[in-house]
Structures are given as C-alpha cells and as structure tokens.
C-alpha cells in the first residue's frame, strides 16, 4: 500500500486544527495530494494536568466531548475505513466551527454538548454511517486506539506540542506540530503557503517557528463573521493565558 502524501493528526474540538485542515484540504484538491487522517486526544494528551489550574474553566467539557467523538471516529475506521474518518472529520468540524453557537453571547456554550447522542447521530446520517456508531461515545476501550496515534505523532514531534500534527511525506518525512493559522488564505494563496511550509520542514535544521499571540479564529462557531478580524489573544501551553497569568 502506498503511503499517503501527508498524516494530519487531529482532536475534532481543537478550532486552529479544524482551520489547518480546511487550508490541508484546498492544497489536497489543487495538488492531488493524498491525506491520511488520524488521532490525537487533547484530553489524553493532558490527562496529566490539573485542568482547574492550567486551562480555562470551559477546557475540560471541550477536550473530554473531542475524545468522546474520536471514539466514535475510531471505530468509524475499524468498520468502515478511512474514508469514514475523513468524511467524520469534515463533517464534524462544520457543524462544531462552521456552525453559529446556540448561544450568540457565549461562544462556549456549546461545549459538553458536543460529546452527545443529540449531536453526533444526525451527523453520522448525514454522511452515510449507521447511528449505532455513536455507542462508541462511552466506550473506553476505543482509547488504546486514539492513543496509540497519539503516541505515534508525539514520537515524531516531542511531547511539548499540541494540535494539528501533520507528518510531511511518511513514513521518512519530519513531523511538525502547526502550521497555526486563525484564518484561511485565499483560494488562489494556500498553495502558496502549503509551499513555504514545506520548505520549512524539508530544512533537517529546522525545529521551530512560533509566537504566543493569535487572533480569535475566523470561525462563525465563535461569533467571528467571514472577513472579520478576531481580537488577539496570547496563548500559552496549548491554550489563552487566563488572568492570573497575565497579572
């Protein structure tokens, strides 16, 4: 079997993962690449950390729902194959980023819904999949799966990262974790950037390029209209400073 163009590893509630693989799937169909879509569990990956201490109050709810849904994706690929997974993963970042919040005021609303029979069966309809994959939302025993993708990207990168994860040119290419965009390039500019990326991680040198302060992603799901610019934020270790940080 021939290898795919590119590995993208990714939590489904993570929405600079969501934005990546929107910017990944405008440079696939321009350049026929070849993606192979797979896990990374924000929640496991942190299952370490005092959540209270480290993440924002809304944190916890979010990267527990990505794992329950990933569960769900997990066996989607045991019984249905990687198609599934990347028809799941397409639709799910739609209906969590693309989607305005039930709540316009509080663009976190949302989270700990997402993790739902309610929210989860008419996606699985709406791709083609039997709801009765959505079983899988409670069973731990789809995370040695989850994880073992897990361990297999943090092998590539290091641990001190987060999500996306993409593996450039497997199995012998380099591993980065990003590229972190909070918005999509213009159509005719993601080839472009998919370029000068590339040239990065073809560079055995290079390790890192990186800088704390972000805009709020250009995603509807957070209240950020399209062509609208979101407030900056620093962010630290995978997620915004809280207060206390800040001082």
Known sequence: MTSADIRFYFDPVCPFCWLTSKWIRMVQAERHLTVDWRFISLRLINEHIDYDAHFPPEYEAGHTDGLRLLRTVARARQEHGSQAVDSLQAALGAHIFD???TDPADATADRGRHG???FLEPILTEVGLPTQLADALDDTSWDAAIRADGDEALALTGKDVGTP???FEPPDGVAFFGPVISR???PDRAGELWDH??????FPGFAEL???LREQPQLVGFGVEPGAVG???DWHGGSRRQRSERG
């Open 99 to 101: 989607t305005p919040p």
């Open 116 to 118: 739902t029979r309610q």
């Open 165 to 167: 994860i993409i593996h």
């Open 184 to 186: 999509l390039p213009e």
């Open 197 to 202: 990326v590339v040239g990065l991680a073809r």
């Open 210 to 212: 990186k800088r704390s």
């Open 231 to 233: 407030k900056q934020e």
